[in-house]
C-alpha cells in the first residue's frame, strides 16, 4: 500500500466526471488499498479516486456508530457508485473536504440513499445508508461527478481550529 498524493481544488480532475471502471483485477485492488490508506491517514471518512488524481469512479468509505462509538466502523468499497434512490427527507449538515482544505460549509442532503455499484471484484452491491452514512456516499459520488460540496454549499467558512475538532 502507498500514501497518494491529495489532489486539491482548483486541480482540474475534481472537475471532470470520472471514467467507469471496465477491468477488476489486480491493479484495482492496489488502486483501493492505495485509497484506504490515503484516506485514514488523512484523516477522512471517505475518498474518491479523483481526490488522488485517478479519474475513475472508485469510492471508499469509513463510518462508524452515530450513537456508539465502541461499534468498530465499517469499511465500504464501491466501483461504479450510483444512487439509485434517495429520500425527498433532506437536512443542511456540515460538510468539509480533504480536497478543499480549512474549509467547511453547510450542506442540504438526502437522510437515506441507496447506492448501487459493484465490489472490487465485479460483483453487483446495494447498500442503504441513512445519516451522516448517506451524507458522505452523496459527497463521494459528486466527487466522481465533477461536483465539489462548495457547489451546493448554503454558507462556506473558514472555522478556528476548536470548531475543526467536532466536524
Request: with cysteine; aromatic share 4%; net charge negative.
Amino acid at each position: 500500500m502507498t500514501l497518494r498524493e491529495l489532489n486539491a481544488f482548483p486541480d482540474q480532475v475534481l472537475r471532470q466526471p470520472a471514467q467507469p471502471v471496465k477491468k477488476f483485477g489486480e491493479e484495482l485492488k492496489t488502486l483501493v488499498d492505495d485509497m484506504i490508506e490515503t484516506m485514514r491517514d488523512a484523516p477522512g471518512v471517505g475518498l474518491a479516486a479523483p481526490q488522488i488524481g485517478i479519474s475513475k469512479r472508485v469510492i471508499v468509505v469509513e463510518f462508524g456508530n452515530e450513537e456508539d462509538e465502541s461499534i468498530p466502523k465499517q469499511l465500504y468499497v464501491v466501483i461504479n457508485p450510483e444512487i439509485v434512490r434517495k429520500s425527498e427527507d433532506q437536512i443542511v449538515g456540515i460538510e468539509g473536504c480533504l480536497s478543499v482544505p480549512g474549509l467547511v460549509g453547510e450542506v442540504d442532503r438526502s437522510q437515506i440513499v441507496t447506492v448501487s455499484g459493484q465490489d472490487v471484484h465485479g460483483e453487483k452491491i446495494k447498500i442503504r445508508a441513512q445519516g451522516w452514512l448517506a451524507r458522505i456516499f452523496q459527497h463521494e459520488i459528486d466527487h466522481i461527478n465533477g461536483v465539489l460540496y462548495t457547489d451546493r454549499a448554503q454558507n462556506i467558512w473558514q472555522p478556528d481550529p476548536e470548531e475543526m475538532d467536532s466536524i
